[in-house]
Structures are given as structure tokens and as C-alpha cells.
């Protein structure tokens, strides 16, 4: 099941995305959600999706976990373009039949959501897949620890925000395991209405709420038993440096950005 699933997930390699500081790769990503943001035509479009196939080579991330990253989403997806196909207001019309109107700003509006929900999910998933929990972990601290002199728990939410982050998939594959188990005891999940399969759910959904609960307890034990009390005093096996690869990366993501806002500033 973890193997469908690519958030949440670390992927050990030596790549150059794997080898950038966590704080530089975390900076990166809300530079990345900029860009995806600032998009709104369509042939400027291509720009970010070359952006994320180059991400992707750069770190050595096999295509498959391109396809897991969006597996989760596909209903969301369906649903987001469909209602914006319907929803969205538009003066030039392709169709109209009763209540159904379906414009040429609508489909455009449909398009752009979906492909930015998808940029979106893809791109951030290269950071869970590049980075460690534990790196991850300290990129965030460091990068809230300006924070702390407002008295702002920087350490304990970085931890929190990690620990559900790898839970996930954790997660998954428990809710996979008591599935299967349901299954062999006659349980159906495909049958009926939705109503009735939301139902069928309930024997899935009682147990895992219990494990996770179980293993929520079993950590919060575990880090009692090392003497783990917070950020303070806390010191680090392997301390964060800057190198010449995290400025090289942050200025060519900063011109693609700047280069992306003139042209959609241009007239296309």
C-alpha cells in the first residue's frame, strides 16, 4: 500500500535535490506554489510543467511516484474540474441546454484549477520524497526560530507537522491491512449506493482510529523514554550548512519566477 502512496514518504538517494539544505528545499517549495499560482494562461502553463519534469529528473525520482502523488487525488480532481466546468460564469457560450451552460471561460477556469491541483500535489511531494523526517524536522525549526522570541513553540509544531507528515503513510497501510482483513471475513466495499458503501466503512474506520490512537501512545512513550523534552537544550548529530548548490537553485527558481510574471504580463 505504502508503495501507492508517495507522501509522507522519504526516498534515500544521492541525487542533487536530496543533497540541498532542508531549509533551502523548503523555500524552494513556497517559490514553486508561487509560480504555480502566478500562472494564468495556458500556453505559460508549459513553464511550470517543465519546471516539475526537470524537478523530478534532477531527483532521480522514478515516474511511477509521479502517478502515486495524484492516485489519491482523482476524485478531487473529477470533482474540482466539474464544478468549475458548471460553475464558472462566461460570456461566450458552447453550450446551453436547460439548466446545463457550458462557456469558453469555464473550460479554461476547469483547466487551470485541475492542472495547478496537480503541479501542486506533484511538486510537493518531491519534498517529502528528497528529505528525511528528521531533516525536514530541523528546516522547519530553523526557519521558525526567529519566531521564538515572541515566545511561538517553533520546535514542537516543526515536530508535529513531521510526525503526522510520516504517518501517513503508516497510516495507509494500516487502513490497507484491516481492509483486507474485513474482506476475508465477507465484508463488501463495492456493492451498493454510496450511502451503503460509506456504511461498509465503519468496520475499517473503528479499528483504525483505535491503532492509531495505540500508536500515538506508544510514541509519545518511546520519546518520554529517551528524555525528550522539547527543543530546549536540544542538540543535533549533523548541523545545517548553506553550500554553493542551495544559492545556485533558489537564484535559478527566482529568475524563472521573475520570467513567468513578464510574461504574463506580455500580450499573448
Known amino acids: 500500500m505504502t508503495a501507492n502512496i508517495s507522501l509522507g514518504q522519504f526516498l ?26 502566478v500562472v494564468k494562461s495556458l500556453p505559460v502553463f508549459l513553464l511550470p510543467i517543465a519546471l516539475l519534469i526537470v524537478m523530478f529528473a ?19 480532481l473529477v470533482f474540482m474540474f466539474i464544478l468549475n466546468l458548471f460553475a464558472t460564469p462566461g460570456k461566450t457560450v458552447w453550450l446551453e441546454w436547460h439548466f446545463i451552460r457550458l462557456t469558453q471561460e469555464a473550460v479554461e477556469q476547469a483547466v ?15 519534498l517529502t520524497l528528497t528529505t528525511s523526517p528528521i531533516a525536514l524536522t530541523d528546516g522547519l525549526e530553523k526557519l521558525m526560530s526567529p519566531l ?50 460509506a456504511k461498509s466503512m465503519i468496520p475499517v474506520l473503528v479499528p483504525l482510529f483505535v491503532s492509531a490512537f495505540r500508536r500515538a501512545d506508544e510514541l509519545a512513550m518511546a520519546m518520554e523514554s529517551r528524555c525528550y523534552h522539547g527543543g530546549e537544550g536540544r542538540t543535533r548529530m549533523r548541523e545545517l550548512h548553506f553550500h554553493a548548490r542551495d544559492l545556485i537553485a533558489t537564484l535559478l527558481l527566482v529568475v524563472v519566477l521573475v520570467g513567468i510574471i513578464i510574461l504574463e504580463k506580455l500580450p499573448l
Open 148 to 197: 521564538r522570541k515572541l515566545r511561538f513553540p517553533a520546535h514542537e509544531l516543526a515536530m508535529m507537522m513531521t510526525i503526522a507528515l510520516r504517518f501517513i503513510p503508516t497510516l495507509m497501510e494500516e487502513t490497507d491491512r484491516i481492509q483486507k482483513a474485513q474482506m476475508a471475513r465477507g465484508a463488501d466495499f463495492e456493492s451498493g449506493n454510496i450511502f451503503q458503501r
Open 58 to 76: 534532477f531527483a532521480r525520482v522514478p515516474a511511477s511516484y509521479f502517478f502515486s502523488a495524484l492516485r489519491p487525488m482523482k476524485w478531487l
Open 112 to 126: 487551470y484549477i485541475t492542472l495547478r491541483l496537480i503541479l501542486l500535489v506533484a511538486g510537493t511531494s518531491i
Open 12 to 37: 534515500p538517494g544521492n541525487s542533487v535535490v536530496h543533497r540541498l539544505d532542508p531549509r533551502t528545499k523548503i523555500f524552494l517549495m513556497a517559490i514553486y506554489i508561487a509560480i504555480v499560482f
